[in-house]
């Protein structure tokens, strides 16, 4: 990608960790609703995205967008999500179609799956020997109201997608923590997500070719309950973290 790309959501937990690894290599427009606390690569634009004036402005001249912006409380109440995850997604996407815009990432999440987690299938799921697997082509079976609203924005994406020819992969990113996994907590462990699987997964969403994608965005954990095989086919994704290679916070391998 050698056009600019707007990063939505760039100063929270997920943003850090693609800016962290590969914040050199792209021309960044950075968008938050605050003005960050520390230096991000390229030009800032604080703005909210339900804002369709300021996000047609944000727009301008963009190859890409990687959109985070959004509510990330799993117990977040229907009318944050409303708001922020379902309109803010609509009006992004309407502004990247009306730019041109070639590729288009949405942060997804586990919680648009999470009552596959039945009482019958849990804690068992999240261990090792469990061979449980959901791949993306089953479909949405949201926990919450935010996993309601990340699954309204998969299908925002599909509609832009078939009407509008914008390519888009949909990233159900599983638990995001820094230097290691989630501790005494094996759903965390099963569906982490290291920070430089993150900025890998980004690049790969930046640089491979695809149509429309539901790929789950976890590493690669010997505890899995997501397979990885469609994200490795369908953008070269290679992880190389293991939430087993930690015991605690101490990398043990
Ligand atoms: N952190 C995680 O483990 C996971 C995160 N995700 C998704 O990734 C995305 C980013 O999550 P985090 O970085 O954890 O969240 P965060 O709360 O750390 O950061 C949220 C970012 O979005 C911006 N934002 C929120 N509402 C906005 C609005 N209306 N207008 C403009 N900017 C707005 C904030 O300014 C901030 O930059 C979210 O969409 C979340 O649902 C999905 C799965 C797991
Ligand atoms: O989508 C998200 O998922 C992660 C993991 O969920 P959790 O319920 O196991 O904590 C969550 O930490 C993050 O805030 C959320 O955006």
């Given at each position: 990608?050698?056009?600019?790309?707007?990063?939505?959501?760039?100063?929270?937990?997920?943003?850090?960790a693609i800016l962290d690894g590969i914040g050199d290599d792209y021309e960044w427009r950075c968008l938050a609703r605050s003005p960050p606390e520390d230096d991000l690569p390229g030009e800032f634009v604080a703005a909210d995205i339900t804002d369709e004036d300021a996000m047609n402005d944000a727009m301008e001249?963009?190859?890409?967008?990687?959109?985070?912006?959004?509510?990330?409380?799993?117990?977040?109440?229907?009318?944050?999500?409303?708001?922020?995850?379902?309109?803010?997604?609509?009006?992004?996407?309407?502004?990247?179609?009306?730019?041109?815009?070639?590729?288009?990432?949405?942060?997804?999440?586990?919680?648009?799956?999470?009552?596959?987690?039945?009482?019958?299938?849990?804690?068992?799921?999240?261990?090792?020997?469990?061979?449980?697997?959901?791949?993306?082509?089953?479909?949405?079976?949201?926990?919450?109201?935010?996993?309601?609203?990340?699954?309204?924005?998969?299908?925002?994406?599909?509609?832009?997608?078939?009407?509008?020819?914008?390519?888009?992969?949909?990233?159900?990113?599983?638990?995001?923590?820094?230097?290691?996994?989630?501790?005494?907590?094996?759903?965390?462990?099963?569906?982490?997500?290291?920070?430089?699987?993150?900025?890998?997964?980004?690049?790969?969403?930046?640089?491979?070719?695809?149509?429309?994608?539901?790929?789950?965005?976890?590493?690669?954990?010997?505890?899995?309950?997501?397979?990885?095989?469609?994200?490795?086919?369908?953008?070269?994704?290679?992880?190389?973290?293991?939430?087993?290679?930690?015991?605690?916070?101490?990398?043990?391998?």
């Amino acid at each position: 990608m050698d056009d600019p790309v707007l990063l939505t959501g760039a100063t929270g937990r997920v943003g850090t960790a693609i800016l962290d690894g590969i914040g050199d290599d792209y021309e960044w427009r950075c968008l938050a609703r605050s003005p960050p606390e520390d230096d991000l690569p390229g030009e800032f634009v604080a703005a909210d995205i339900t804002d369709e004036d300021a996000m047609n402005d944000a727009m301008e001249g963009i190859g890409a967008v990687i959109h985070l912006a959004g509510d990330p409380r799993p117990e977040a109440p229907w009318s944050s999500v409303l708001e922020n995850n379902i309109d803010g997604t609509k009006t992004i996407l309407q502004a990247a179609v009306d730019e041109g815009v070639e590729k288009f990432v949405f942060a997804s999440s586990n919680h648009a799956v999470g009552a596959f987690e039945t009482d019958e299938r849990t804690p068992e799921m999240y261990r090792t020997h469990d061979e449980f697997r959901l791949d993306g082509t089953e479909l949405p079976r949201p926990g919450n109201f935010y996993g309601v609203s990340k699954a309204a924005g998969e299908t925002l994406c599909r509609y832009y997608h078939d009407h509008y020819d914008l390519d888009v992969v949909c990233l159900r990113i599983g638990n995001l923590t820094k230097n290691h996994p989630p501790i005494d907590y094996e759903r965390g462990q099963a569906m982490w997500l290291s920070h430089r699987d993150c900025a890998h997964l980004a690049e790969r969403s930046l640089e491979a070719d695809y149509d429309y994608e539901i790929l789950y965005g976890i590493s690669d954990n010997d505890r899995k309950y997501y397979s990885l095989e469609p994200a490795k086919e369908a953008i070269g994704y290679e992880p190389r973290d293991n939430s087993a290679q930690f015991d605690g916070k101490e990398r043990v391998d």
